[in-house]
């Protein structure tokens, strides 16, 4: 079942600025992993985040979690023209083997040059 | 990493036909394969679990009987869909663990329009 709410659900930003998005989820989870969907095409996994970390960087990307609020963010620094897409949180339930992955909703991003 | 092809990238056929769609781990043996559904400017819906050597796990709410899979071997997941209609046209795309706790490595789609 989905389980992850993200926002917001569209983000239109200046080339150079800072994209945060937003992702809040229901249950216990082993991890939760942000991937990146351009239009029409498969998902690139961007980052990982295992429930015991709060934090996590990785090039212009910084993740956050917060276990207690059930809820993590992206924040994507100096964003690009080529960081249009839709960004979307997936979480891996303990319950379900932390095999399968349950999606947010996305947020659409599209940066302006 | 894991390398995952699909096949088509996208198809069109008429209402009532049946359309396969393979998805293939082209340097991991897959046990397991996933099969989501993803409308227009939605999210990615879990429809079932491959497993290879025995049956699909399905997701509640999704017809087995219309959304045929198979997992012969540890490299190739086919998913067919039977007597297809128009609000079966979506983008299907499979997807690979190497590992429980890891990241997923997904198909690059399959854009599927039934006229």
């Known amino acids: 079942s989905q389980q992850g709410e993200e926002d917001p659900q569209a983000l239109s930003i200046q080339e150079g600025e800072n994209a945060t998005m937003n992702c809040s989820y229901k249950?216990?989870?082993?991890?939760l992993q942000w991937y990146r969907q351009n239009s029409g095409r498969g998902l690139v996994h961007l980052i990982l985040i295992r429930s015991n970390e709060r934090e996590k960087h990785s090039g212009r990307l910084r993740v956050t979690l917060d276990t207690s609020k059930k809820s993590s963010s992206l924040l994507i620094t100096a964003s690009r023209a080529a960081d249009t897409a839709s960004y979307f949180c997936a979480t891996a339930p303990i319950a379900q083997g932390a095999q399968k992955l349950v999606f947010g909703q996305g947020t659409r991003l599209t940066i302006n040059p | 990493g894991a390398v995952v092809s699909q096949h088509p990238s996208w198809v069109i056929c008429k209402s009532g036909t049946s359309v396969k769609i393979e998805c293939r781990s082209l340097?991991?043996?897959?046990?397991?394969m996933f099969w989501y559904r993803q409308f227009p400017k939605q999210s990615l819906m879990l429809m079932a679990t491959s497993n290879e050597g025995s049956k699909a796990t399905y997701e509640q709410g999704v017809e087995k009987d219309k959304f045929l899979i198979n997992h012969a071997s540890l490299t190739l997941s086919t998913l067919t869909v039977t007597s297809a209609h128009p609000e079966d046209s979506s983008f299907y795309i499979c997807s690979v663990f190497t590992g429980a706790g890891t990241e997923a490595f997904f198909g690059q789609g399959t854009r599927l329009t039934v006229v």
């Open positions: 340097d991991f043996q897959a046990t397991t």
């Open positions: 249950t216990s989870i082993n991890n």
